[in-house]
């Protein structure tokens, strides 16, 4: 899904859970960095991750990470995950940042990466909703079975 390379997603997924690899980043441990976000530091831990990848999709490395958050997010949200337009709204108001400035000041948005997610999503909203199924959904339906 999103084209991003299996073993990519997994690295992207471990370490975002575990919270080990990026935390330890040695340009993370600058002290004028202490005061961003952790969704910060690992949007920058990945994006230099793609930086240092030199695959024909670029910028797969944030792909993965913003489709693990979006994820994370439709699990976690009090909206009504049937609104996909609203989901996505919200999390880019309440989850993520859209952009990065490097240690050179740069701006670096990542617009692109996350609309092609969000596009993705939405043409295959069956496929999403499938496997969103679980424990959280299975309630939701039968709460309104009731």
Do not use: C
């Amino acid at each position: 899904m999103a084209g991003i390379d299996e073993l990519i997603a997994n690295v992207v997924d471990r370490n975002i859970d575990y919270g080990t690899t990026w935390a330890f980043n040695s340009n993370n441990n600058d002290p004028s960095n202490d005061d961003e976000s952790v969704i910060v530091k690992q949007l920058k831990f990945f994006h230099q991750k793609d930086l240092e990848k030199k695959y024909s999709d670029k910028n797969l490395y944030v792909k993965a990470f913003f489709l693990h958050h979006l994820l994370d997010y439709f699990r976690e949200t009090r909206f009504d995950i049937y609104n996909i337009d609203l989901i996505f709204n919200k999390f880019l108001q309440e989850k993520v940042k859209t952009y990065i400035v490097n240690n050179k000041g740069k701006k670096i948005n990542f617009q692109i990466e996350i609309h092609q997610i969000f596009d993705l999503l939405k043409k295959n909203k069956r496929e999403l909703y499938s496997d969103l199924r679980g424990e959280y959904l299975t309630r939701l339906d039968n709460k309104k079975e009731h």
